[in-house]
């Protein structure tokens, strides 16, 4: 393990506090600089030097973690999407109530963490698609996990909405198969679009473009021209 | 003139008719090849000798016309996303109507346009937002050039709504100023994500699609979890 520290860690070596930390710690310490870096920046014109600068550690051993600026945009990107997917997950999955009221706090989760990381949302939503293969792929792979993840939840919904004596409509279902993937690429498409908006208009806040959502998913513009809006129960 | 076209148009010289095309029919056809070659190998793997047979010219009168590849990619941009507001503002401004009908009209438009020119939509979609700038730039207007149209068509059906007897809601109207804006970039950002699936999967037709979306957006999820879907009147 010496060697690992002896490899450098820049300007605080002999700080003594510096040096001990544990690897993951330096490893996240990392990558939060990284994700600041490429979101301002973007992959081509972030710099290592930066990313070391900004973790307060030597460029040689963000080589040494990361292996390279490939690697670490790699981690980047996974890292962000699987923290994006967890505070969704964490705030609907096991929860009970309604399913307008599970998404409510899913939207509500989901607009929060973009607000609060706008940096890490950046990278999501622009950096990592935008600067071609591997990490388009990357990006678009996390996507479809987290639509996948909204399908399975709009599935639930209407399975619980057939259940409880839901009418069944067209093809005697309410929402199915194919349909339940359409509608979970139209609310992925647009709660992205959304976020970014919000994020880039002075004075949105997360519940406002939580509520707006709410409203054009779950209530419809039709009901929300008749000012019906969703309110919780 | 006779030395534009002695600058050569390639095989076809001396074949008479080709040579007799006016220049803005040739650069439709450069255009054209263009979309085709940019959709399927991206900005940087294009090249100007594959957009050249295509288009059946020589490389020197593609960049005679189009002055060069960073042009030519900027040209087709605008040309493409002109062309889709155009089919979507022509199935909606000027029709009477309900708001819905004239939602839907829109929504058939678009994904019709998408479906029958899926290397037109995976330029606007993918290659000219993942190529960096000035490219990146150029997508965004278009995009909010087409979201200002959206909103525009929303603040409108809700002016009716209001006008039209429509209850008052929080704050006193129906829908206003920034909810406009956020509603607007919510339905492109649906519409958007919904024409790249169907048109990645397989069997769904631009109906479909534009069905699914109008269930979404006008009805909402929590009247389709009720089977009550939009139909026209």
């Not at 860690?9 to 544990?22: F, N």
């Not at 963000?62 to 990107?77: C, G, M, P, R």
């Not at 990592?128 to 639930?156: H, K, S, W, Y």
């Amino acid at each position: 393990m010496g060697g690992v520290w002896g490899f450098g860690v820049g300007g605080v070596v002999g700080g003594g506090k510096a040096r001990r930390l544990p690897r993951v710690v330096r490893e996240r310490q990392m990558l939060d600089a990284a994700v600041r870096s490429f979101a301002r920046h973007g992959y081509q014109a972030a710099s290592m030097d930066e990313i070391a600068e900004l973790a307060g550690v030597s460029k040689p051993l963000v080589y040494l973690y990361l292996n390279s600026k490939e690697e670490l945009f790699t981690a980047v990107i996974r890292r962000e999407a699987q923290a994006l997917l967890g505070v969704v997950a964490e705030a609907v999955v096991g929860r009970g109530g309604p399913p307008d009221e599970r998404l409510w706090a899913g939207l509500l989760a989901f607009f929060s963490y973009a607000a609060e990381h706008p940096d890490a949302w950046t990278v999501l939503s622009v950096r990592a698609r935008t600067q071609g293969e591997p990490f388009a792929g990357e990006a678009a792979r996390m996507r479809d996990e987290i639509t996948a993840f909204v399908a399975g939840l709009i599935g639930e919904a209407a399975r619980e909405a057939r259940g409880g004596g839901g009418v069944a409509g067209r093809g005697g279902a309410a929402v199915g198969g194919r349909e339940v993937e359409a509608l979970a690429q139209a609310l992925v498409g647009s709660a992205e679009s959304l976020a970014s908006w919000a994020n880039a208009t002075p004075g949105v806040t997360a519940k406002e473009a939580a509520a707006t959502l709410m409203d054009f998913a779950w209530s419809g513009l039709g009901n929300l021209m008749k000012s019906e809006r969703w309110s919780p129960r």
